[in-house]
């Protein structure tokens, strides 16, 4: 059974939901430039340095929750069973982040769609953040796939991976097209993105696997 976290913990966690979800709030409210770190502070009822000790910098009171993301894939990646392939953890690990987008509220998601495509710097540190995910993984992919120091392909398929997990966001940040597109549809979608690179790499030992290349062709063309 779990070990529950303990009261000192479960604080901390209601302290810095509530830091977050006042600084969207007012980001929403004034828009993200013209909104403090001290008027987030003054609003949630603490300090300034408590702030900062949740988070580092005003662009992560946005995006509270990436890096504990990011570090899931990675270890969604590193402690996937003997049998299962690099690109059928991510698989797996995208379609339990796209439930886990989906659950968020409808009015919440909104709210951070708004906030994110208006603040470009809030967009640059996202972007930093992902080249430093990208770099992460593709070290994991190195190791599995006993690349040579030359072997440009771990970079390569680290960035088309982090694209591809990527998709699961896109009922929170919005879809390129500006469409919204049903639960199934973002499925089917994952799954047919997943299909294809797994054709693609279905001779690069180590990262894909024939279950993969073969999950997605039941679902359709991609649209």
């Not at 603490?46 to 580092?56: A, G, I, L, M």
């Not at 995910?133 to 599995?144: D, M």
């Amino acid at each position: 059974m779990p070990e529950q976290p303990s009261l000192r913990e479960r604080k901390k966690a209601e302290t810095r939901r509530t830091i977050a979800e006042v600084a969207l709030r007012l980001f929403l409210e004034r828009g993200f430039d013209a909104v403090t770190v001290a008027d987030v502070a003054a609003a949630a009822a603490v300090s300034t340095k408590t702030v900062f000790n949740y988070f580092p910098t005003k662009e992560d009171l946005v995006l509270t929750d990436g890096d504990s993301l990011d570090a899931g894939l990675i270890q969604q990646i590193q402690q996937r069973a003997p049998n299962e392939s690099v690109l059928d953890a991510v698989h797996t690990y995208t379609l339990a982040l796209c439930q886990r987008m989906r659950s968020v509220p409808a009015e919440r998601r909104q709210a951070f769609r708004t906030v994110l495509q208006n603040a470009p710097s809030v967009q640059a540190h996202w972007r930093e953040r992902q080249r430093r995910h990208e770099a992460q993984l593709a070290s994991v992919l190195a190791t599995e796939s006993r690349a040579t120091p030359d072997d440009a392909r771990p970079f390569v398929v680290a960035g088309v991976l982090s694209l591809l997990s990527r998709l699961a966001y896109y009922d929170v940040i919005g879809w390129p097209d500006g469409k919204r597109r049903s639960a199934a549809k973002t499925e089917e979608a994952i799954a047919n993105a997943f299909a294809l690179l797994g054709a693609g790499l279905s001779n690069y030992p180590g990262v894909s696997s024939r279950g993969t290349a073969n999950k997605g062709k039941t679902s359709g063309s991609m649209k």
